[in-house]
């Protein structure tokens, strides 16, 4: 019987290729282990979604969607949509209508750390950086207000002591009816 | 002048404390009869194979064989310096946390058997356990928390006295580094065991943890140079959703009672081996 001879290129050859597949079976797994994590449905509530004619919210009311994590501000100006999350590390604010700080009565307070926002939740004290973001609303043709909570907005208003309150500044930020 | 420390044996001390037991049993008539039991012990293949005990002590290679090939025994080193025996010196801190990791395992283990990770359950398994359903529940559920708490304070008293000591130079660099890791660990235990009691509490406490996740560079959709979206970044991997709920609560739990306490064990032995085979940081005087 005749032997097969290997050559040193060859053995070489041989041993990378073991080794690679050993290396792109295991790194395939990780990959797939991780990417494991990531699935293609949750079993949350859907970002947009539809909450009810403008009637349904008078002039001068926070309103709380339950369940969606959202405040329907309803103002003169017109309507926002709070995402009801503080910017500081992500808790849920309260909302105390009969409470009032420097900026009218009505204020957002977060339980965690102390943050507190005015009636447009735009931050005025504790350790929020930023006023809360907005989902977007608009009006569908069936009459009722539709919020896109994908698409969201984030009004850089920040307010200070002794500051006239300017809502002119939020106009963009408004739904408009 | 310098005092002398007479740095004592443990297997003598071992030896000499069944010698005692021995002695003050062999007395009585139950001693004989335990004595018996333990002649024939002492002769099974099983504590041969286990100990190799048999012949006599008498030289410092056969003690040295014995303390080497018995896996109990050579806990200790074969030989130790001196500031090893001093608990003044090492404090044995990296021991208490070790034994709080034991007693952790134990009493979570056993908290198992009752508490189940699902959103109508959590909470109300966590309050029968804590509220005297079971017996010994209140007392396992605190000592198990109470243990935690203890083994990320031990271990930072444990870094802090391995740093004043120079105990992290050449050649226990590496050791330094397995130890940070062990701490890191230890903090995610204590932080994936937080939100397992499913109250308010901890729902808040893991929701700021959830939003440093997306905060997080690149890997958190709202952090600097983030290259994901809120379905795809650190967060959502962590919580398995948006938001805190039923995902986030399975997978807290499986990291919690299976993936962290299985790295940190081997982590641990691994810390343990090296500090026997890695010799000493100080100069040997």
Known sequence: ?177 | MRKKINIPDPLEILNNIVVSILSFLSKSKLGTSWKKFLDWLVDTEVYRGAYTLRSPLDSVGKRTTVMKDSLFLHFWPVKTHRNDLRISYHLGMGLATTWLFVILTITGVLLMFYYRPSVPQAYYDMVDIREGVYPFGMFLRNMHRWAAHGMVLFSIIHMWRVFNTGSYKPPRQLNWILGVILLVLTLLLSFTGYLLPWDQLSLWAITVGQQMGANAPVLGHLGPFSQVTNLQDAAFGLVGGTEIGPAGLIRFYVLHVFFLPFVTTILIAYHFWRVRKDGYSFPQT
């Open chain 1, 1 to 177: 019987m005749e032997q097969k001879k290997t050559t040193r290129r060859g053995f070489v050859g041989l041993l990378v290729l073991g080794y690679s597949s050993i290396a792109l079976y295991v790194g395939g797994s990780l990959v797939a282990f991780l990417r494991f994590l990531f699935p293609y449905a949750i079993y949350e509530p859907p970002q947009k979604f539809k909450i009810g004619t403008p009637e349904d919210y008078p002039v001068g009311t926070i309103t709380l969607i339950t369940g969606r994590g959202l405040w329907i501000g309803s103002y003169a100006e017109g309507f926002a949509g709070i995402i009801a999350k503080c910017t500081h590390l992500g808790c849920k604010p309260n909302w105390f209508p009969l409470k009032s700080g420097p900026f009218g009565q009505g204020i957002f307070e977060c339980p965690c750390h102390g943050s507190k926002y005015d009636k447009y939740a735009r931050n005025f004290a504790g350790p929020a950086p930023a006023p809360m973001r907005r989902a977007t609303l608009s009006l569908s043709p069936d009459g009722r207000i539709e919020v896109d909570k994908t698409t969201v907005l984030e009004p850089k208003v920040k307010l200070e002591d002794g500051k006239e309150l300017d809502e002119t500044k939020l106009a963009e930020f408004f739904l408009k009816i």
